[in-house]
């Protein structure tokens, strides 16, 4: 029998409760908003760049040009790996997963760095920055590797969008497709207290480290329900053959009672706002790559849903639509969800640092239904 103590709620899945506070994004989900540091996600979209929306999310405010261009500048000076984490990508399983490959690779940066549980402010911003700058040459490596390609050099001329496509791909991009690509990182860099950044906030309030948490949070995002949902997208559309079968595979996954990818969502029960801004900017990008046949396919998808469960509040969330563009930039569909975490990593670490401005331990309790005062047997008299 549950034995709920007195003055405690039981909230499965925390949906109705505030475990703390934060002044980085702002979610309306029945207006369909968001904002980070008070900016609307489509303002910083259309305007500013990763390197921009980062300095905001870890310093609450925008930076002047000096201060863009040193920030920018740091960054770069930490594009490379040292010999050690090179070795480590080829050394890894040519057939692995790379959302596995990153997560382990984020960890054994811990492993490079002799202040690594160095607990202070000035050394958890210094983590951040060479996460957030090495993690495209740990995916574009890695990723190289398992294809069997010689592995490209981070090169500090270019913005993160664009070195990591170069590494990615061993050419310099089209601004076209580094604006893509930039605007994708825009769009996934905060969103409140979603799964994996409460989960890196849980390892951070031990008073672990940095490296630790975003660990954490990287082993959170792969999920179906978080960030796999955009891997998940791709599969679906591929699983479709041909617009005309839209309709029977939406129909029969619905009466299965199964989810389809890139739909729903906790917070909002309206258009997710960063949907909106990626479905116009999908359909761009796919007429320009020749891949208007995927979107046509994605847009008949949301009509059926929108017909079906749109009054119960399931409109598409950001995986959707971003499933197509990486589609069209030609990016593998298991670098999507990598992807999504070479961008949240500003959004986890700016929320680590702002909790541990006033940290207090994140230690939940549970609802016990077990059993109590159970007669303990010897092993030798079990059956
Ligand atoms: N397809 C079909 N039905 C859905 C979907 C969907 N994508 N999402 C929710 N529903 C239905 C559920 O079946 C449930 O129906 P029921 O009440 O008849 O049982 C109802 O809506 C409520 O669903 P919950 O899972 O309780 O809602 P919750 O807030 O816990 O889930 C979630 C949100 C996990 C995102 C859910 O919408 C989902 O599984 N979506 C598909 C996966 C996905 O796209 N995830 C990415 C989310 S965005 C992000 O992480 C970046």
């Not at 951040?128 to 592995?151: C, E, Q, T, V, Y």
């Not at 989960?199 to 951070?204: E, F, G, N, Q, Y």
Request: negative net charge; charged residues 20%.
């Amino acid at each position: 029998m549950s034995a709920i103590m007195q003055g405690m709620h039981t909230d499965i899945g925390l949906v109705n409760t505030i475990v703390a506070r934060s002044a980085l994004s702002f979610i309306d989900g029945e207006k369909g908003v968001l904002e980070y540091v008070g900016y609307d996600i489509d303002d910083l979209a259309r305007h500013s760049t990763f390197e921009e929306t980062t300095f905001l999310l870890w310093n609450l405010r925008l930076p002047s040009r000096s201060e863009l261009a040193d920030f920018t500048a740091q960054i770069r000076r930490n594009y490379e790996l040292s010999e050690g984490m090179w070795d480590l990508i080829v050394s890894l399983p040519r057939d692995a997963s790379p959302m596995h490959a990153l997560r382990t690779l984020t960890s054994a940066l811990s492993l490079h760095d002799p202040a690594a549980d160095d607990p202070s402010e000035e050394a958890n911003a210094r983590k951040s920055i060479s996460m957030l700058a090495k993690m495209p040459a740990f995916i574009a490596g890695f990723d190289r590797h398992r294809k069997g390609l010689d592995l490209v050099r981070p090169d500090e001329q270019y913005s993160i969008a664009e070195n990591f496509l170069y590494m990615l791909t061993g050419e310099k991009p089209t601004e076209r497709m580094a604006r893509a690509m930039d605007i994708c990182l825009i769009l996934h860099a905060d969103h409140g207290f979603n799964a994996s950044t409460f989960a890196s906030l849980v390892t951070i309030s031990t008073l672990s480290d940095m490296y630790s948490a975003v660990t954490t949070a990287i082993g959170t995002l792969k999920g179906p329900l978080h960030g796999g949902a955009n891997q998940g997208v791709m599969l679906m559309l591929n699983d479709i053959d041909g617009i005309e079968n839209v309709e029977q595979y939406v129909m029969s996954k619905l009466a299965n009672k199964e989810r389809i990818m890139g739909f729903g969502h906790r917070v909002y029960k309206s258009y997710d706002p960063r949907a909106t801004y990626l479905k116009t900017f999908a359909q761009g990008i796919a007429e320009d790559t020749g891949n208007l046949e995927l979107f046509n396919l994605s847009h008949e998808i949301e009509a059926i849903m929108d017909r079906e469960v749109g009054s119960r509040g399931i409109y598409p969330n950001v995986d959707f639509y971003s499933a197509t563009t990486y589609y069209s930039l030609g990016i593998d569909l298991d670098l999507f969800t990598p992807l999504f975490a070479m961008s949240r990593v500003s959004g986890w670490t700016a929320h680590c640092l702002e909790y541990l401005q006033d940290n207090r331990l994140i230690r939940p309790r549970c609802d016990y239904i077990g059993p109590h005062k159970q007669p303990y047997s010897q092993l030798s008299e079990r059956v």
